[in-house]
């Protein structure tokens, strides 16, 4: 297959998996009810996955990810905005790279 | 319910206004990934694309990491179902609302939840609403703010040809970072986490591909579940 082709059948299966988690949710609560225990465990869910997702990069690169990540997290919390704590890793990571050569 | 649950065109208007000032960090999101998909070899016809039919952040950023060619096709859906699981339990949660509205209504809100308006909606349902229109509404808004801002940072990425020179492929880990930091809970939160970061760094030096997305994942969720078990509890 091209790889034209396979994007394209990429794209449609991801939003047909993404549909499905969308919908399944309202499907299965109106038949059947979510015990509260599987409930509370599908709750680390989000945050494990993100925590996984960015790891290897945080810990196993140069130290200017790790401290532009540790920028990241403290304005993020100061400021509560997304696009203010994205700018300012950026900044950090840049800064970082410059200062050691990373 | 005392009051009955309504979906109608108040509803929708309602919830649009009230998410714009959401969309402002949702473009600036997606103007990143917008950004970002010429780097991973993706046009900007199949972005605008991707953003337009799987409208998740996440997920889509996590798939232009591995972006690679041949495609890895089904990684990458079973990525998405993974990292998109949340949906399930958002959805579930909507139920009191939308659990009497027709199914068109129903299933055709539920495209356009996202997190979000999601939580914009819950809170407006807290608050006495009634219009199940608002979750329309409010996602519409965060639709066109993520779809035109794929647009527009796919069109601007050409003129940057060496983002990591200026630091901007650091601009995915920092927006997971500070999507992090609002989903923390409490002090539940730092054995799990702790233990998906171990997992995720130790797979990504000794499995090939993504595997360290889910190893990682799984690993912090069994944690998870172990720390919440009764006999834990008693310490």
Known sequence: MSDDTLAILAIAGMAAATYFTRASGLWLARRFPLSPRVAAILEYVPGTVIVSLIAPTVLTRSPAEAIAAGVTVLVSIVTGSLPIAMTAGVAAVWLGRSVIGG | ?235
């Open chain 2, 1 to 235: 319910m005392a009051e009955e649950v309504r979906f109608d065109l108040s509803g929708v208007r309602a919830g649009f206004v009230a998410c714009l000032p959401i969309t402002v960090s949702v473009f600036a999101y997606g103007f990143v990934f917008g950004l970002l998909t010429g780097q991973a070899g993706i046009d900007i016809a199949k972005a605008v694309m991707m953003s337009a039919l799987v409208f998740a952040g996440s997920a889509q950023f996590v798939a232009l990491d591995m972006w690679v060619s041949p495609l890895p096709v089904g990684a990458l859906v079973l990525t998405t179902l993974i990292i998109n699981l949340r949906h399930v339990l958002m959805g579930a949660a909507l139920r009191p609302w939308f659990g009497s509205l027709s199914p068109g209504a129903a299933y055709g809100s539920m495209f356009f939840m996202t997190d979000e308006n999601w939580a914009l909606t819950m809170r407006e349902f807290m608050r006495g609403g009634r219009n199940a229109g608002f979750l329309l509404g409010s996602g519409l808004a965060v639709f066109l703010a993520w779809v035109s801002a794929t647009a527009a940072g796919a069109a601007a990425g050409g003129a940057i040809r060496d983002p990591a020179a200026y630091g901007l492929d650091f601009a995915f880990t920092a927006v997971f970072i500070a999507l992090l930091v609002g989903l923390w809970r409490g002090r539940s939160d730092i054995l799990p986490w702790l233990a998906a970061a171990a997992a995720a760094a130790a797979a990504a030096a000794f499995v090939p591909g993504k595997w360290y997305i889910l190893i990682g994942s799984l690993a912090g969720t069994a944690i998870g579940a172990w720390q919440r078990e009764p006999a834990r509890d008693e310490r």
